[in-house]
């Protein structure tokens, strides 16, 4: 295991406990934290949930304390971190909760649906020097980013001229009475619950949206929210972009958050190739094409095995002991909730929303 600056430690890290809310889908990320490489940095210790069947069933499996309130989870002096994994419509209010109890915290996208909400926590945060992360976008941008931004000032590409994402997974859902079921807290679905990885990288690399046009469908789903959807985007540069998103496609990219980047003097692909079946959300490949001053064509490729969403738990893990890591982006934080609302008022109206 190594620091989020990717030095190694120089002495085992001792693990922070850590309290796990909403098992739904907290669960897969307590699973997989307690299975890989970060489970020396945090031990999953408790959890709490309201669904007293689905906390006494985690907590009997994993021999972890199980509490019915945040309060009393709060309460617990010998919870260091909280990973809250609620819904994302009111999560401002539950992060204030636990920040003001003197607990940081790793949460997750979608971050809010309130702007205003989400900055004033983030914020509030900030103030009190207690650390929230989550997996998108990372207070770092993930290294795939890091390249296509590297790229653009090495080749001089110029101006961003448009640009299209996609992310593709298939599943065949069931109404279930939780928020996913709710068009005014899931928008446009598809997008709002993983195209919203492309939304955080667009905004990074093309910078602030402008406005946003939304048309969504409902092929396979019975949820009364849409299983496929795509949302256009303008910048504020004048570039022009999509996103699509479904739950209906199989195959074999799963998760692959494929981008394709037009700038006046190149295109850099991402995961637009195929790869090895059921190994795109552990791959990044990009491609640059681009044309120099003197018409010298020029290629370039590039290849990580990162995992597209991973929660920084390593980066996080220095935030919360050393207190000198890079901050959570608020702008950029907020900015995404910001195209999300907007999002969502585009596909009740039917119209171009501004920003």
């Not at 689905?54 to 909280?82: M, P, R």
């Not at 003197?102 to 004033?120: L, N, Q, S, W, Y």
């Not at 492309?198 to 969504?216: I, P, T, W």
């Amino acid at each position: 295991m190594r620091r989020a600056d990717g030095g190694p430690f120089l002495t085992m890290p001792s693990p922070l406990n850590i309290g796990f809310v909403g098992l739904g889908f907290g669960v897969a990320v307590a699973q997989r934290l307690m299975a890989g490489p970060a489970r020396e940095l945090f031990r999953v210790a408790a959890a709490c949930d309201t669904d007293a069947a689905k906390l006494a069933e985690f907590c009997g499996k994993h021999g972890v304390k199980g509490y019915a309130t945040l309060e009393a989870l709060l309460a617990d002096e010998s919870i260091a971190v909280i990973g809250l994994f609620s819904g994302p419509a009111g999560r401002a209010e539950l992060l204030r909760r636990i920040i003001r109890a003197g607990k940081d915290v790793m949460t997750t996208k979608p971050f809010e649906i309130d702007p205003a909400a989400a900055r004033a926590v983030l914020e509030e945060a900030a103030g009190l020097g207690r650390t929230i992360h989550l997996n998108s976008p990372s207070a770092e941008p993930p290294a795939y980013v890091r390249q296509m931004l590297a790229w653009q000032q090495e080749y001089a590409l110029g101006q961003p001229i448009s640009c299209h994402a996609e992310m593709l997974i298939s599943y065949r859902e069931k109404a279930d009475g939780r928020w996913l079921d709710d068009p005014q807290l899931c928008p446009a679905a598809p997008v709002f619950r993983i195209g919203v990885y492309s939304l955080n990288d667009l905004r990074r690399l093309f910078g602030r949206v402008h406005s946003v046009q939304v048309m969504s469908s409902r092929i396979f789903t019975e949820r009364p929210t849409a299983d496929n959807a795509q949302l256009s985007l303008r910048f504020e540069n004048g570039a022009l972009g999509t996103i699509h998103a479904s739950f209906c496609v199989d195959n074999g990219q799963h998760y692959a958050n494929a981008l394709t980047l037009n700038y006046e003097r190149g295109t850099i692909h991402r995961n637009v190739f195929p790869v090895a079946y059921g190994k795109s959300e552990h791959t990044s490949r990009l491609r640059l094409t681009a044309m120099r001053a003197a018409g010298e064509l020029v290629t370039r490729e590039w290849e990580s095995n990162e995992v597209t969403g991973e929660y920084p738990w390593a980066a996080f893990y220095d935030a919360v002991t050393q207190r000198r890591a890079v901050p959570a982006p608020i702008d950029e934080i907020v900015s995404a909730v910001q195209v999300v609302a907007a999002m969502g008022r585009a596909e009740r109206s039917g119209q171009t929303e501004l920003v």
